[in-house]
């Protein structure tokens, strides 16, 4: 079993910057590719980046340029780093790992960015 545990959102202003953190439990998994979605009330949760463990990213176009996803493979542990903040980002973000068969997901983190 694994086990998703997000850290780092919150409230900032437009323009502003948040860094969110996901750590996977255990230490001897292997994940190819580890990401990050999003999720509005009344919305698809919807891709904002991926990364893989060779460190291929992948991002939505609504956010390239402006976030940026990192990993580290020792640490089971992926990275959102959130600049130029806009009021359209705000959503609950959740950390997403598949992994044998599987899709493991985080419990979700609020991020709002005031207007």
């Known amino acids: 079993q694994v086990q998703l545990v997000e850290s780092g959102g919150g409230l900032a202003q437009v323009g502003g910057s948040l860094r969110l953190s996901c750590a996977a439990s255990g230490s001897s998994f292997s994940f190819y590719l580890m990401g990050w979605y999003r999720q509005a009330p009344g919305e698809q949760r919807a891709l904002v980046a991926t990364i893989t463990s060779g460190r291929t990213t992948n991002y939505a176009d609504s956010v390239k340029g402006r976030f940026t996803i990192s990993r580290d493979n020792g640490k089971n542990a992926v990275y959102l780093q959130m600049n130029s903040l806009k009021p359209e980002d705000t959503a609950v973000y959740y950390c997403?790992?598949?992994?044998?068969?599987?899709?493991?997901w985080g419990q979700g983190t609020q991020v709002t960015v005031s207007s």
């Open positions: 997403h790992v598949p992994y044998r068969g599987r899709a493991y």
